[in-house]
């Protein structure tokens, strides 16, 4: 088309190489002397001769029916052209595709001398190399020229991408690629030459369309031929390129490629060729073993996986005796121990790259026999286990560190298996030098340090271990977190066979000048010397606890004081002018953390912890103490926290125990040093990464985790109800917090705790679980806080409780109550906010405990609720009213020895708040108790200290609306006035004087408790019915209260109530037993007239206030 050979055109006008340049001289004929080409005008449509045009009926390229060259045609001459040629003969001319030229003149060395000539020659025309005749010297030269203007005018098609309906590539190569034909594979070297240029373009364009055309090529034969390799690395190159495409500015071009597009394609093309071009075999294998160990081919190493696998399974099938890789044709092949190094780094990042993992471990397992021939019968047995264990899990639910232990004991199991010292030597050596290798990738390189100490514990040869440890310690980047934790995890697990040499070869470094240079040299930067001494320092401390986890158990506690704690802490405290300083670099400190927290760890997993005691403990209890205290209390920037609790677990169950006084110290210190923190704000899109803010989120899950675990590592050390109430003593006042954010986390915190109790709880008697009323007291009525979240941790922690009283009273662990499985039903409807639905869930709720809480219990319980009347949280306080009531309509039966001191918490209760709410709730609980124990319930009322004081009228006034109860209190109060003596007469004791009367307590009681239950109007029909008896009983009480005085406790309390400055006035107690009578009067009831004063003694105006009279 014109498009086409417009790019052509415009090749030529742009060839420095061709441009002036007179072809004469290079041309084998003199009759063909074309001038120079840098000007030459290009027709903008050529005509082909007819040869040219025929169909071939070779197999299409790229899937299309093309128009090809007959190849027979094209090379027998019988086409004649003008004698001056166009520049599009000129294009064809070094692929020998022109005819003879008019006057006899003939083009090409095989053209005038026919075939022979080439055979004589022994080197193909076109492979660039100087011919040894004479007359195919120019033509040589000629080609050598016409192969770059080749490759210009290819790379021109390339690019051209707009030709309608048609493919490019298939318009600039189709005539490339007839069927197979003697004349045609001469040609095959020189249109590879020609595609050098085209492979270093960048374009992506340009790149899909050469992958198009190696394809082709692998089909037809090209890719066998030197120079095929090219083609093979640049299609796994471009299987390299990233997946995912980076963000990028919107481009102009419609029709723009991406790289994961050219990604995308190549890997087909890779796979395909492999699978289903049989020729490509010999081509592909072993060669693309050759890719699969450079590191920045990583990511087309899932691709070449699969393709080798599948080319190593066809030749284990033609050769299944004689199966391995031949190193003798392959030089250049990676040896055993680097492939297999390569691949189970590969496989410790398993979900990476579309199943990397997987890949990399199919392909060790048909290259088990290639890497050593005695581990085909352990490979085929455990690494299809691998696989399947890959395949059925995911990145989230298969633990990393887990997978790699799973991978490093299979390497220690092959070593096992092989046996072979020089062996693994070598592998040893190769891992090392791999290491450089990773710099860019810190996962991958920890790992492969993890490897190099395997290797290490397994290699015989205590010389080569005791080099590669001095190399490593002073080659590795100590300023990268990942190295160094891989530095350290290597010498620890170095340290399972050769313990001495490792702790040996770690003081021997420290002396040695390297360390000493070290610190020399960077305390001319003072800065620096700081920051560069204390990462090495704290490798060597992460060093020494690597060592102590790893190392056998039996030999790490003899070595635990004199050498891994002391070169600890001479590390980690530096002195000045003998004087310790606190350092102040965080990784110093979590090294440190870490390293005790694995020396700890290391001793709790010994046979013999029992009977070790670790001197250092209550001084490394104190330290982790000291560094939570010192993190800022209003922010979470570090994982120290985290850190330091989890050590402090280990810390718990070793000898010596800590004191009640010590653990209560650390309890208060974790809470308050993560419960207090602010609540962490929502990350917004403008206040930086999302990624960072996941991290935060991270960590702030990793330290509540971590107070959890330690709340249950020191739960475990007393597994008693004695334990669990000592624990929540601390977390209790947390759970109740007013703001919101400590609560939540308090109540998830406790809600594991309370599971872990209850999943560790192993009772071998029956005991009482006698704290269960206060525990279900204080996370019942957060059943209905403010906050969802709150809401269903705390119907867990009941649920959780309840069951643990279960196990108390005898049954399984596993058994499952019907009552109590309703509360886990119940967790769905919390999420609902509305009023009414809380209200129904916690009268549920109180049902079920009222219905499994042990008799014994229920008082507790009430007298716990009573103390939620007061919580700040409405909700709560609301729920702890209907609580009460509910248990009391359901329990209260039990409860008649109690009401005394249920009544006394409910006093008490109401004279710390003065809430509306809470007064009504005290005066409903107190309603109910009468209605089931009224005598017991009016006798303890009759008891209050006189006079009244609000609490005790607002109680009395409770049991006046209800007409029935009304009448019943009544009555008894009643009965206590008539049956009881109005006043005592005592004697003076001074000679002469008359006796005196003292009015008796119980019915002056029962008179004041008749005023306030009367002064309530609903209890005017209770009144009515008891209206005579009422009068008489207080008309005689008028009468005797004519002439008497107060006790004396009262008189003495009621002198305290005056005000200062204020005169003692006489007492009237016949004012007393004036009341207001429903139905009279404008107040709505019947004012009994005063009797007669005069006497000596009469009730204050004051007094009778107080009394209610």
Known sequence: TSAGYNAIQSTFQSSHVLRGTDLCSLSPSPTLRPTALGGAAFPKVCTIPAAWREKSEAKPVCHRQLTVPSVSRLCSGSEKLSARPSATQLLFWPLGLLPRVPGGAELGCAAKHGRGCLEQCQVPWSCGLPCQCVHMQPLAAALEVQAVFWGRILHALLRHTSLAGVCPVEAAVSPLFPPPASQMEIKKPFILSSMKLPLQDNSNKVKRALVQVISAMAHHGYLEQPGGEAMVEFLVRQCALPAEQLPRRQSLEAEDVTDSQVRDISVNTLFLISTTVDRMSEVLWPYLLEFVTPVHLTGALTPLCRSLVHLAAKNQEEQPKDFHLHYDNNANLPSPCALMSRLLVVASQPYGGEGRGSAALRLLNVLSRSIHPTLEPLWNKKLPELVERLEANTKVSLSQEEWEDTLLKFL??????????????????????????????????????????????????????????????????????????????????????????????????????????????????????????????????????????????????????ADILRNIFLYFNTKVLGIK????????????????????????????????????????????????????????????????????????????????????????????????????????????????????????????????????????????????????????????????????????????????????????????????????????????????????????????????????????????????????????????????????????????????LPPDQLLSLLLTMLEGLADPDRNCSRAATVMINSLLKERGAVLLEKVPEILAVVHAKLQEVDQEHVWKAAQQAVYILASQHRVVVVSSLLNSPLPLDSCTCALWRALAPDPTLASQVLELLLEKINRDVPY??????????????????????????????????????????????????????????????????????????????????????????????????????????????????????????????
Not at 525 to 546: A, H, M, P, Q
Not at 1036 to 1042: A, E, W
């Open 581 to 852: 300083v606190e350092t102040k670099d965080l990784s110093l400190k979590l090294c440190l953390i870490q390293s005790i927290c694995m020396v700890c760890q290391a001793i709790c997993n010994s046979a013999q912890s029992g009977d070790f005691t670790f001197s250092h403990k209550a001084e490394l209890v104190s330290q982790m103490m000291d560094f939570i205290k010192a993190e800022p209390p209003d922010s979470l920037r570090t994982p120290i926290r985290q850190r330091a609790m989890a050590t402090c677990v280990y810390l718990v169950f070793l000898e010596p125990s800590l004191s009640d006084a010590e653990t209560a110290e650390l309890l208060d210190t974790c809470l308050s040093g993560v419960l207090a923190l602010p609540e962490a704000e929502t990350p917004r899109e403008k206040d930086g990464p999302v990624l960072r803010a996941r991290q935060e989120e991270t960590l702030w899950r990793d330290t509540l985790d971590a107070l959890e675990g330690l709340l249950k590592g020191v739960l475990q050390r007393d597994l008693t109800p004695r334990g669990l109430q000592a624990m929540f003593e601390h977390l209790g006042p947390w759970i109740k917090s007013t703001k919101e954010h400590e609560r939540e986390r308090a109540v998830e915190v406790a809600a594991g705790v309370l599971e872990f109790y209850r999943e560790k709880l192993n009772v071998s008697t029956v005991v009482p679980f006698y704290n269960l009323g206060l525990l279900v007291a204080l996370f019942s009525p957060r059943c209905t806080d403010s906050l969802a979240v709150v809401r269903q941790h705390a119907v867990d922690c009941v649920y959780a409780l309840l069951y643990i009283q279960l196990c108390y009273e005898g049954f399984a662990r596993d058994h499952r109550d019907e009552s109590v499985e309703k509360l886990k039903a119940m967790k769905p409807g919390l999420r609902d906010p509305d009023v009414n639905t809380l209200f129904q869930a916690c009268c549920s709720i109180a049902k079920v405990i009222a219905k499994r």
């Open 984 to 1109: 005592k007469e005592n004697k003076s004791f001074l000679r002469g004087s008359t006796s005196e009367r003292v009015a008796t307590f119980l019915p002056l009681s029962a008179t004041c408790a008749l005023h306030e239950l009367m002064s309530v109007p609903e209890s005017g029909p209770a009144v009515v019915g008891l209206y005579a008896e009422l009068f008489v009983t207080l008309l005689l009480r008028v009468s005797c209260t004519v002439g008497v005085q107060l006790p004396k406790g009262l008189l003495s309390k009621e002198r305290k109530t005056l005000g200062r400055g204020q005169p003692p006035r006489t007492l009237d107690p016949c004012r007393y037993c004036q009341a207001e009578w429903p139905g009279r009067g404008g107040g709505g009831g019947l004012q009994l007239p005063s009797p007669p004063c005069g006497t000596d003694f009469c009730f204050s105006s004051a007094q009778r206030q107080a009394l209610g009279l």
């Open 412 to 561: 220690q199991e092959t070593l096992m298996t092989i046996s072979d010292c020089s062996w693994t030597c070598r592998l040893t050596s190769e891992m090392c030098r791999q290491l450089s290798s990773y710099n860019g990738s810190s996962v991958e390189k920890n790992f492969l340090y993890k490897c190099v100490g395997t290797a290490l514990a397994a290699c015989a040869n205590k010389d080569l271990v005791r080099k590669t440890l001095q190399e490593l310690l002073e080659t590795a980047r100590y300023q990268e977190e990942a190295e160094r934790e891989g530095l350290a995890c290597c010498l620890g697990l170095c340290a399972v066979t050769y313990l001495d040499e490792t702790l040996a070869k770690l003081e021997e470094f420290v002396k040695s000048d390297v360390f000493r240079k070290s610190a020399g040299l960077f305390s001319i930067f003072k800065d620096r010397s700081d920051n560069e001494v204390e990462k090495v320092k704290g490798t060597l401390i992460l060093c020494y606890g690597y060592v102590a986890r790893y190392a056998p158990t039996e030999l790490v506690l003899a070595r635990i004081d």
